[in-house]
């Protein structure tokens, strides 16, 4: 099986098959969950092959993973689970309604598709299927949840637009137990919650203070939002912590710090743990950045700046100039924007070198 094809960074994933790296069982069945490009038939298959093919071995107990003696019975635990989650969304019932939603790259259709479709309700899932196929081709992913009637509770599907299931989900309240009529007992509420998410890893990889790194897959609010950011260091960096962390920590430990531009608030800091509305969701884990490939412009080139200081490569006084320097040139470029193509013939007359 190849392993590497679940990792979701390139850049890592070409270091990792360089160095030839080996996976143990349990950083196999890991890397198959978090994969943002297999599906969960994939997933299911990739894990089969994983416990016919590699040893089994016992997962001792974190924060918030509970103890398992078999992995390999907990990945068929898993597997069930998710099975049992899908035949309950797509079963049609008359105490249930679907909605659904739509991640688009392009910024503007995503609001359009939003705000359209946010309160649209459907009966069955295959006539909220049927009117989610007219967007289809705008989208990189289809969400469809399914309420049940005078509740919060739902279960959601992400699927790419020709209906393949990616991911699975249940409402937190769809999970709990102390409800009569909750879905899952609670020996599946631990397998759910206090499973994949509660592990943590150190996987060798090439970052290092300085480098300007990007997650080109990030989402928010079902957006393509790509933040650009200058590393200052891992959360697993750490030789004195690694240790600690492995033993103890969750999937957040495997995050990075950093800096990034806001345009309209300047330089601010990137942590490991991001959780607001505007945050990265879930990616600053470590294992899904890879190496910023473009030529930084506008505002963003005060990054290269800070890079190169970062790493020593140039003295603060031009650091210094640079970002000053750079910053007029935006400020001057935005203001002649604001006269307008009328004027576009005139500027190298007034001196500006357009």
């Given at each position: 099986?190849?392993?590497?094809?679940?990792?979701?960074?390139?850049?890592?994933?070409?270091?990792?098959?360089?160095?030839?790296?080996?996976?143990?069982?349990?950083?196999?069945?890991?890397?198959?969950?978090?994969?943002?490009?297999?599906?969960?038939?994939?997933?299911?298959?990739?894990?089969?092959?994983?416990?016919?093919?590699?040893?089994?071995?016992?997962?001792?107990?974190?924060?918030?993973?509970?103890?398992?003696?078999?992995?390999?019975?907990f990945l068929k635990d898993y597997m069930f689970l998710e099975k049992k989650l899908l035949k309950a969304f797509y079963r049609d019932d008359d105490s249930s309604v679907y909605t659904v939603h739509f991640f688009c790259p392009r910024t503007d259709k995503f609001e359009d598709l939003w705000e359209t479709n946010r309160n649209r309700?459907?009966?069955?899932?295959?006539?909220?299927?049927?009117?989610?196929?007219?967007?289809?081709?705008?989208?990189?992913?289809?969400?469809?949840?399914?309420?049940?009637?005078?509740?919060?509770?739902?279960?959601?599907?992400?699927?790419?637009?020709?209906?393949?299931?990616?991911?699975?989900?249940?409402?937190?309240?769809?999970?709990?137990?102390?409800?009569?009529?909750?879905?899952?007992?609670?020996?599946?509420?631990?397998?759910?919650?206090?499973?994949?998410?509660?592990?943590?890893?150190?996987?060798?990889?090439?970052?290092?203070?300085?480098?300007?790194?990007?997650?080109?897959?990030?989402?928010?609010?079902?957006?393509?939002?790509?933040?650009?950011?200058?590393?200052?260091?891992?959360?697993?960096?750490?030789?004195?912590?690694?240790?600690?962390?492995?033993?103890?920590?969750?999937?957040?430990s495997m995050g990075v710090h950093g800096y990034h531009i806001d345009p309209e608030t300047g330089f601010t800091d990137i942590e490991a743990n991001e959780t607001t509305e505007n945050a990265l969701y879930n990616s600053m884990n470590y294992m899904?950045?890879?190496?910023?490939?473009?030529?930084?412009?506008?505002?963003?080139?005060?990054?290269?700046?800070?890079?190169?200081?970062?790493?020593?490569?140039?003295?603060?006084?031009?650091?210094?100039?640079?970002?000053?320097?750079?910053?007029?040139?935006?400020?001057?470029?935005?203001?002649?924007?604001?006269?307008?193509?009328?004027?576009?013939?005139?500027?190298?007359?007034?001196?500006?070198?357009?």
């Amino acid at each position: 099986m190849n392993l590497y094809r679940f990792i979701n960074s390139k850049d890592i994933r070409t270091h990792l098959e360089q160095m030839g790296y080996e996976f143990n069982s349990l950083e196999a069945a890991w890397l198959i969950y978090q994969c943002r490009t297999a599906s969960i038939e994939e997933k299911h298959k990739a894990w089969e092959e994983l416990i016919a093919t590699m040893p089994d071995c016992r997962v001792e107990e974190r924060d918030y993973f509970v103890r398992r003696d078999s992995l390999h019975e907990f990945l068929k635990d898993y597997m069930f689970l998710e099975k049992k989650l899908l035949k309950a969304f797509y079963r049609d019932d008359d105490s249930s309604v679907y909605t659904v939603h739509f991640f688009c790259p392009r910024t503007d259709k995503f609001e359009d598709l939003w705000e359209t479709n946010r309160n649209r309700m459907f009966g069955t899932y295959p006539k909220c299927l049927e009117y989610a196929a007219c967007f289809s081709e705008d989208c990189s992913n289809v969400v469809i949840r399914k309420y049940r009637l005078n509740d919060t509770d739902y279960l959601e599907l992400t699927m790419l637009p020709n209906q393949t299931a990616m991911s699975i989900h249940a409402s937190t309240s769809q999970l709990n137990s102390k409800q009569p009529d909750g879905l899952l007992c609670e020996k599946e509420f631990d397998l759910y919650y206090r499973s994949f998410s509660g592990l943590c890893f150190f996987f060798p990889t090439t970052f290092k203070k300085g480098d300007i790194l990007w997650d080109p897959t990030a989402m928010i609010g079902g957006q393509l939002s790509p933040r650009v950011f200058i590393s200052t260091y891992l959360e697993t960096e750490s030789e004195e912590e690694r240790e600690k962390i492995l033993e103890r920590g969750d999937i957040d430990s495997m995050g990075v710090h950093g800096y990034h531009i806001d345009p309209e608030t300047g330089f601010t800091d990137i942590e490991a743990n991001e959780t607001t509305e505007n945050a990265l969701y879930n990616s600053m884990n470590y294992m899904n950045l890879e190496y910023f490939p473009f030529e930084l412009k506008n505002h963003y080139r005060i990054l290269k700046a800070v890079s190169s200081y970062v790493k020593g490569e140039i003295r603060l006084p031009l650091f210094a100039q640079a970002y000053h320097q750079i910053l007029n040139e935006e400020a001057v470029s935005a203001n002649l924007g604001l006269l307008g193509l009328d004027y576009e013939d005139e500027l190298p007359l007034a001196g500006f070198g357009r």
